[in-house]
């Protein structure tokens, strides 16, 4: 059974940093694509950047190329999101999120195919 664990939010001032962790169990093969997602109140969930949990490639959405950056340990099995420069509109709770094995696209892989969720740690930014 694949869980999904993050850590690391917080309240931050603009121009900041956090790191997030997500730690991952359950996988079989690690040819799993992982995911961060965050969701604003009022507003839709929206993809941040995934990473292909065996051989690290990523992908970043434009909200957040160059501010953020995804990456994992393999060995701790954790996928963490370091996040700089932070603006007050990052604030939301982010999720981390994993497609099932063998997933054919990754990274960028739809968000249809997560499948395994976290509990969601929350970012707030203030100006």
């Known amino acids: 059974q694949v869980q999904l664990v993050e850590s690391g939010g917080g309240s931050v001032q603009a121009g900041g940093s956090l790191r997030l962790s997500c730690v991952v169990s359950?996988?079989?093969?690690?040819?799993?694509?992982v995911g961060w997602f965050r969701q604003a109140p009022g507003k839709e969930r929206e993809g941040v950047a995934d990473?292909?949990?065996?051989?690290?490639?990523?992908y970043y959405h434009d909200a957040v190329k160059g501010r953020f950056t995804i990456s994992r340990d393999y060995a701790k099995k954790t996928v963490y999101l370091q996040m700089n420069g932070l603006k007050p509109e990052d604030t939301a709770m982010y999720y981390c999120?994993?497609?099932?094995?063998?997933?054919?696209?990754?990274?960028?892989?739809?968000?249809?195919?997560?499948?395994?969720w976290g509990q969601g740690t929350q970012v707030t930014v203030s100006s």
């Open positions: 999120a994993s497609t099932a094995d063998w997933i054919r696209i990754c990274p960028d892989s739809p968000v249809s195919e997560y499948i395994h």
């Open positions: 359950g996988f079989t093969q690690n040819s799993n694509c």
């Open positions: 990473i292909y949990f065996s051989g690290g490639a990523t």
